[in-house]
């Protein structure tokens, strides 16, 4: 191995270590995954959104987005309620149960990184980006589908 590539290894094994600890840590605290985390928090954030906001807002799929909210419906944290005045209009809320467990619930990794992310200056962000981008490329990994989302597992396919 050269001098600088058992540091690149090392350093992608820790954030793909951190994200794993990160997502089992919330599972743990509260049953979560991060992207489930991400939809209650917009949710909670934004005032009447329905799931093609949700989806937008989060950079997941429709189909994605359903099947997340299908299951925090299922265990309460979220409910769909329909328009008074347009029945096709469905819209997502928080439950008293949700709400209190986003609260309860830690920073999220991705969390951290969007606050670290913003304390660099533009010319840093720009090539942490630009190196990032390059090592994707060097995984043959560019047109892989994935979402702005720290989490581990498929993107269709979250943890229960």
Known sequence: MTDRLEPALIALRQILRATEISSRALAKDCGL???????????????????????????????T?????????????VRRRRDDLDKRRVYVELTEYGSKTLRQAPDSLQTRFEKGFAKLEPWEQSFLVAALERTTGLLDAEDLDAAPVLDVGAIGTPVE
């Open 33 to 63: 995954t991060p992207s489930q985390l991400i939809l209650m928090q917009i949710t909670e954030d934004t005032e009447n959104p329905t799931p093609s906001f949700l989806a937008k807002k989060a950079s997941l799929s429709q189909a």
């Open 65 to 77: 987005v359903t099947a997340l909210i299908d299951k925090l419906e299922k265990r309460e944290f």
